[in-house]
């Protein structure tokens, strides 16, 4: 089992919708979880950060993250195309002193006009 | 805030040179800087954490005689990849956290590395 695991996609959404990405992780004893875009050729984005369960929101984002589930989402609302990117789960590594991450190997998404 | 540059972004050299890249945290300290490598197509892989004043420590597989990572401050990093090979060509970016953040990681803009 992969410490995180995200469907690798394509994800395809029409313009308009609501882009809906999952992650799954296999250490409790994670206590902090992050959402990154990265565009083709570039470098990773921070776009979210959660550390409690529930919703957080910020624009167009929602992360949503429960513990007992080991479960990390991510909505985007209202779908643009420049949207479409590869989006990154982080967790991070449990006992850790440098708060190394551990990390999904991404989502493709795709917004269709 | 939490800006991180990284120079060069493009490097094309001679195979058996050496390149050294710099990462730097521009508006916050960097308690940690990480430096990793992505293939085209593939995840992102970890090669190394380092602290500022301390060695690196390096991940599993990863030659730390080749890639010599020097964090002489807490805004600079450096990566040096030794006697360079065409098999080295790739992405390699680094990354940082600050004291805050609950280990959020800031990225460079990554630094494209060609070996001929």
């Known amino acids: 089992q992969k410490e995180v695991e995200q469907n690798s996609g394509p994800l395809s959404v029409p313009e308009g919708a609501i882009a809906s990405l999952n992650c799954t992780y296999s250490?409790?004893?994670?206590?902090?979880f992050f959402w990154y875009r990265q565009y083709s050729g570039k470098s990773p984005e921070l776009i979210m950060s959660?550390?409690s369960n529930g919703d957080k929101e910020d624009g167009r984002f929602t992360a949503q993250l429960n513990k007992a589930s080991q479960y990390v989402s991510l909505l985007i609302r209202d779908s643009q195309p420049s949207d479409s990117a590869t989006y990154l789960c982080?967790?991070?590594?449990?006992?850790?002193?440098?708060?190394?991450?551990?990390w999904g190997a991404g989502t493709k998404l795709i917004i269709k006009p | 805030g939490a800006v991180v540059s990284q120079h060069p972004s493009w490097v094309i050299c001679k195979s058996g040179t050496s390149v050294k890249i710099e990462c730097r945290s521009l508006?916050?300290?960097?308690?940690?800087m990480f430096w990793y490598r992505q293939f085209p197509k593939q995840s992102l892989m970890l090669m190394a954490t380092?602290?500022?004043?301390?060695?690196?420590?390096?991940e599993q597989g990863v030659e730390k005689d080749k890639f010599l990572i020097n964090h002489a401050s807490l805004t600079l990093s450096t990566l040096t990849v030794t006697s360079a090979h065409p098999e080295d060509s790739s992405f390699y970016i680094c990354?940082?956290?600050?004291?805050?953040?609950?280990?959020?990681?800031?990225f460079g803009p990554g630094t494209r590395l060609l070996v001929l």
């Open positions: 990354s940082a956290r600050g004291g805050t953040g609950r280990g959020a990681q800031y």
């Open positions: 508006d916050f300290q960097a308690t940690t």
């Open positions: 380092s602290n500022e004043g301390s060695k690196a420590t390096y």
């Open positions: 250490d409790r004893g994670s206590q902090s």
């Open positions: 959660i550390y």
């Open positions: 982080a967790v991070n590594r449990p006992m850790d002193s440098n708060y190394q991450l551990i």
